[in-house]
């Protein structure tokens, strides 16, 4: 972390050199953004090299000692209520929580696996973590729905979480499957769009054995969340990849009936969604993306229409550095479009063609209505 800081500082004050001396700037604005932006990278840099050199945990056998870059915090052992191990973005922390409601709660990053002596010095202190998941066990022994005995619930809930937990890996395994190797596809498509079904009706036939409400790392629940938020992602990213629609917005109305009936049906099976309503409007949202992510491939997997053929010239080529195609010709008017418009196409095409270069485009009707077209070599005309 030391070295990768002194890097991003090294180049930080390049970058404000070489910036603040005029190179690559067209006017005021981009000499003022690009300027802010190396400086902020030097001063992130020079903190994160100088705070793994600084920062450090001291514990004593009364207190807890956060030596920082300007301060130094120390809280002692008898004036923390309790304390959970957390996880943000893949780094490890310990929250304490003090005795007095009033002050701030203490964050310890852990940097290090903590050893035996680290481990040893909360011990009496009460952990957080451990609670909760004893209260969540207990409302599993005490739910009449899981089982005839609390035993028995106990059993039942340690099948629900091999189940979710097998279900997770295969949503992982399908993700791998439809961002490296789609094929074949349409298998893809059927598979991942019935993931979030198969946690809907899990939950509706076992009630409060599986959860789609994301109770957290602390609850002994059967947790399908990702089962539902996920799939959406991943047809996302191969809609946008894989398809190019005349005209995006005709998605959006049934993308949005869409997702606010399977927010319902969501909501239907699991109680705990309907007792948030930020949680519900998350379920919405990333529902819309998956409705119009599937009907955006049925509609070109489906269509059995023949193309309308149109012959455009190329009058640029560029490439880019933003997120999905990088590759792009601006084209002369065709069809329905009266403008010059600029177009995604793929690297061979993109190599095989010069500026000036005639190419076709090919308008299908598609299975729902909704137009998309391909461009390829004249010959397709």
């Known amino acids: 972390m030391g070295i990768l800081g002194g890097t991003l500082c090294i180049a930080g004050v390049l970058g404000t050199w070489y910036f603040g001396t005029g190179h690559e700037i067209r006017n005021t604005f981009g000499l003022i953004f690009l300027v802010s932006i190396s400086i902020s990278m030097t001063v992130l840099g020079l903190y994160s090299a100088v705070a793994v050199l600084r920062e450090k945990v001291v514990l004593t056998p009364d207190a807890i000692e956060l030596i920082g870059i300007i301060k130094t915090t120390r809280v002692r052992r008898d004036e923390i209520s309790g304390y959970r191990f957390m996880s943000v973005q893949g780094i490890n922390y310990i929250e304490l929580t003090p005795n007095d409601p009033k002050q701030r709660k203490i964050k310890v990053t852990i940097l290090c696996l903590p050893d035996e002596e ?14 909760e998941y004893a209260a969540s066990l207990r409302k599993i022994e005490q739910n009449p729905a899981l089982g005839e005995t609390p035993l028995a619930r106990i059993d039942n809930n340690s099948r629900a979480r091999k189940i979710a937990q097998s279900l997770n890996a295969a949503l992982y395994a399908e ?22 079904w198969i946690a809907i009706g899990l939950c509706y036939k076992y009630g ?6 994301d ?6 629940e059967a947790d399908l969340t990702r089962l539902l938020f996920l799939p959406g992602v991943l047809l996302s990213i191969r809609a946008l990849v894989d398809v190019m629609l005349l005209d995006w917005a005709q998605l959006v109305f049934p993308s949005i009936i869409g997702g606010l009936i399977i927010m319902a049906c969501a909501a239907r099976v699991s109680p705990g969604l309907r007792s948030s309503i930020g949680k519900l409007v998350f379920v919405a949202l990333l529902q819309v993306v998956y409705v119009g992510s599937v009907m955006t491939i ?19 080529k560029h490439q880019t550095t933003r997120k999905g195609p990088k590759l792009f010709f601006t084209i002369s008017p065709w069809g329905s479009i009266k403008t010059n418009s600029e177009i995604p196409v793929s690297c061979d095409l993109y190599k095989q063609t010069s500026t000036g270069d005639i190419i076709s485009i090919q308008l299908h009707a598609g299975s729902l209505g909704l137009p998309w077209y391909t461009a390829g070599e004249s010959p397709r005309c």
């Open 118 to 131: 680290f481990s040893n010095w909360f011990k009496g202190v009460e952990n957080f973590n451990q609670k």
């Open 298 to 316: 049925v509609n070109v997997k489906l269509d059995g229409t023949p193309p309308e053929n149109f012959k455009v010239t190329v009058l640029s």
């Open 175 to 196: 993700g791998a499957w439809a961002l490296f190797y789609p094929h074949p596809y349409m298998l893809m498509v059927v598979v991942i769009a019935a993931t979030p």
């Open 208 to 213: 409060d054995s599986f959860a789609i409400n």
């Open 215 to 220: 109770p957290g790392i602390n609850s002994a």
